[in-house]
Structure formats: C-alpha cells, structure tokens
C-alpha cells in the first residue's frame, strides 16, 4: 500500500538511507492509512521542509505535534491511534461498514483517547452498533479531563447531552466554534447514519451547512449532506445535481447517493430511480453499511409502482431478518411490511415476528432515541402486540420531551388501528403529524404515519379526507399506487337542487 518513511525520509534495509530520498501524501498510505487530505499533506510538507533546511539553521525548541484527523483537527494521541480513527470516520462519512470496528481499535491502542471513545459511544447509541454506551461515555468523559483540548471537551458535551436526550444545542453550538469537525456535522445532519438535529423545521440542518460550507470548499462530504437537505426541502432538482457532483468525486459515498434515492423518489422518477438504486448497490454501494435502507428505497419504487409481486421479492430477498441485522431491521425491514400492509400489498399475516425477534426487547420497549422509538411502535402495531406496544408507551412517557410529545400520542392512535377504532385512529395520527419532524430522520421515513393515517381513513369512511390528501399526493409526485386508490373512493355524489 505504501513506503516506509521516517518524518518523510524513505527507509532502506538498514533503516535508514545514507542519502534521503523523501516522499509525501499517497506514497505514505502503508503506514498512515489516509493520507490524501490537503491538511495532512501540508503538515508532511512542512516536516520534509523542516528536515532540509535543520543543517543550514539554529537549533529551534523541539515541541510536539499532535496528528490530525483528514480535515485538519488535531487528536490529543499518537501517531497509531490518529490513524485508525481517522480510518473510522473516513467509514462514517463514506456511510460505509467498519466505521466502530476502527474507533475501537483507536481506544485499544490508547486507552485514554477521548475522541476514539465518544464516537464508540455516539455509534452504540443511534446506530445500534454493539457498545457498551455508558461504558464508552464514561471513558470520554474521563480521558477528555485528563488529556483533551478545548474542541474535544465540547465535542465530548455534545455527545453526552445528545445521548442523555437533553436537546441539540451542545451539538450546534460545537459546530458553531468548530466547523470542520465532520463527525459532528455527521450528527448534526439527518441524512442516513444518524437521525440528525431535532429541529428540522427550523431549517437549523440547512444553516449550519450554509454556516460551515468555506471550511470545506466543495468537499464532495459536505456537498453529500447539502444534497440532502436541499431534496428534504423540495429542492429536487438542485438537490439531485448537487449528489451527482458528489458522486463523481467519491462514486462511493452513501450520503450522495441517498440524497440521489430521495430525489427520484420524491420527484416521481420511480423506474428510473429503483434501475440507479439496484445499480448502485451491486457496485459501488455493495460496502454501504446501511446497504439495507438503499433496498428500503428501492421496495419504496416498487410500492408507488403499484408492484406488490415485487415489493416481496426484495423483501425476502434483501430486507428479510438475518439479510438485516441491528436497528435497521426495525427502521426498514418492520417499516416496509407495515407500508405494505397500509397499501393492501401485503395480505395475510405479516412476517413481523421475525423482525421483532431479530431486535433485543429493549431495543423495542425502552429506545434511547424518539426515531427508533417510531419505528418500534409501527414494528409492534404490525405484530399486533399490544402489551409491547403499551410497554414502549410507558417509556416514551419517562423519557425526553419528544418521546413525550410525539411517541405517545402515536402509540395511543397505532393501537386504535390494530383494534380498528378507526375514527380514534385518524384524530390521533392527525395530532401526531404536525410534529413528526421533531423525532428527525426523512420525509419519506416518516411517510409511513401518512400511509397509516390514509388507511384509516378509508377504514373510517372519510373518503372526501382521503380523496384530498392523495390529490395532494400526487399534485407532488406521480405514483400508479395513489391514483389506484384514487379512483377506487366513492364518487361524491351531488344533491341536485329542484327549479
């Protein structure tokens, strides 16, 4: 993969050349694994500089210089731990697997490396990867005491505010100082790794993008999450030149071609669309760490494609538990047999058991997080479990304010459709949409409450109710499914008056 160098300097069979041959940026991979960033190259620059002219010069104070990550931040830890962090964060912003693998090797190689242990953290936590989270927050918080500048201690308050549930202002206000901390910015944006900042309403995703854009000059990382906020507000055309830009930087980051997914789907191009998904996914996406959601994409094509055959197929064949593993199962595999259900795609009974039996009960009765909290009542409405449901609604009571807010409120109106209460169904999900965008995520994950509320509409005999919200459904996006359902509704019949 590389050389072997000294500060630059190439290394022989006796370790050290006689005469220095030195070398720089890509040529280095072998031993500091990335390599290809402006600010690294720099700083290897300055080393080999320094190293030719230290004959010519005075002897100047020798002071230690901290690695960096691949944007320039320095990591209170040596040069092994720099390295294999910064191979953990390359994973997350390229939304590809290995990500925790690597920030645990990070932790054993320096067991008092704060930054290694808050990410650990900040993956167990919303990702559902397997880390011990109180553990690993615990560790960042002491190491950070210990040994941490001041951008390590406000990205370490920011994790532990996040992960207690206490609201996103430690997170925007991080980015605020430090703008070039990509794994905040990761957080802070609901693109497909994480569910992002809480207010999205607010447009506070979209600022802290605009905020942050002159500290990474185009970078296709940045223009991945521009390219998603932009498609979550309507912005489709921008939004899908934007992701193709990035694509053809870095073919391979997830973020880009999400926001790409987003785009054809809201922008009705459904055929078009699931061809690029199932593409992307045998080539370039066959790494992705949710590769999961991208097939969830894909089945959401086949759903508006009217294409219920179809829609089984990829679920058995790539959604199924066992193809899916971790928190994934609830949010794509449970979600998608729910919608299924909702669009009459899916007769029968549900394969739901797997799903819930793939997920540890406390990921489903007690979740740390109000998006996960979404996806475990629709997991538990679709198993018709209402003890579990009614379980999840007692957590959702003691925990954060949005849990509280949202999560409630929606586990009380998905059990009165399990028990086909269905005028209590639909003035339950009509409280609960406005503030759906509080639990973050997408519009189109949380379209499934929207399907929910139309089935019970239908099931109430509100077809006028029905009628306008799918006329509005397709006034934004074409789908062979909504104008089926359409012209299925009653004709309103009209009281002729006599002369």
């Not at 553990?135 to 207690?164: C, W, Y």
């Not at 990474?216 to 489709?236: I, K, P």
């Not at 740390?368 to 198993?383: D, I, K, P, R, T």
């Amino acid at each position: 993969m590389g050389v072997a160098t000294e500060d630059g300097r190439l290394r022989d069979a006796s370790v050290r050349a006689e005469r220095p041959l030195y070398t720089l940026g890509a040529a280095r991979r072998g031993e500091l694994w990335e390599t290809t960033a402006i600010p690294e190259i720099r700083v290897q620059a300055q080393d080999i500089a320094l190293s030719l002219l230290t004959p010519h010069t005075r002897p100047a104070p020798q002071r230690a210089r901290r690695p960096v990550d691949q944007f320039g931040l320095p990591l209170s830890t040596h040069g092994a731990a720099a390295a294999a962090f910064r191979k953990g964060l390359n994973q997350v912003i390229t939304v590809r697997g290995g990500s925790a693998e690597a920030f645990e090797r990070a932790t054993e190689l320096d067991r008092g490396f704060a930054m290694g242990h808050a990410a650990l953290a900040l993956l167990g936590h919303e990702c559902g990867e397997e880390v011990d989270v109180p553990r690993a927050l615990a560790d960042a918080q002491r190491s950070v005491t210990e040994r941490g500048d001041e951008r390590e201690r406000s990205f370490v308050r920011a994790v532990t505010r996040r992960i207690k549930g206490a609201d996103d202002k430690a997170v925007i206000d991080h980015l605020g100082q430090y703008p070039g901390d990509a794994l905040a910015l990761s957080v802070a944006v609901p693109t497909i790794a994480f569910s992002g900042v809480s207010c999205l309403e607010d447009d506070v995703a979209f600022r802290l993008l605009k905020e942050t854009a002159p500290t990474y000059d185009g970078h296709w990382f940045h223009t991945s999450l521009y390219a998603f906020v932009r498609q979550e507000q309507g912005h489709h055309e921008e939004a899908g030149e934007l992701a193709l830009r990035a694509l053809a930087e870095e073919p391979g980051s997830g973020n880009a071609a999400h926001a790409l997914a987003h785009v054809n789907y809201e922008s009705g191009a459904h055929d078009k669309g699931r061809e690029w998904l199932d593409q992307w996914i045998a080539g370039r996406g066959c790494g992705a760490v949710h590769r999961a959601h991208f097939s969830w994409h894909a089945a959401l094509h086949e759903l508006a494609l009217d294409d219920s055959s179809t829609v089984r197929r990829r679920w058995y064949s790539q959604l199924a538990p066992g193809r899916v593993s971790g928190v994934r199962v609830l949010v794509d595999s449970g979600s998608m047999l729910w919608r299924a259900r909702m669009c009459h795609h899916w007769s029968g009974r549900l394969p739901v058991d797997d799903v819930l039996d793939a997920v540890p009960r406390e990921v489903i009765e007690s979740p740390s997080s109000a998006f996960a909290a979404l996806h475990s009542a629709v997991a538990c409405a679709a198993g018709g479990d209402l003890p579990a449901l009614r379980r999840l609604r007692t957590h959702a009571q003691q925990a954060d304010e949005i849990q509280r807010e949202v999560v409630v409120p929606l586990c009380d109106a998905l059990e009165a459709v399990v028990e086909e209460r269905w005028d209590a169904a639909v003035r339950g999900l009509r409280r609960v949409l406005p503030s759906l965008g509080k639990i973050g995520g997408s519009a189109a994950q949380r379209e499934v409450i929207e399907e929910t509320l139309l089935y019970a509409m239908v099931g109430a005999g509100h077809s006028e109710d029905a009628r306008q919200l799918l006329e509005k459904r397709l006034d934004r996006r074409s789908s062979p499914l909504d104008a089926r359902r359409l012209s299925t509704l009653p004709v309103p019949t009209v009281e002729l008056q006599d002369a």
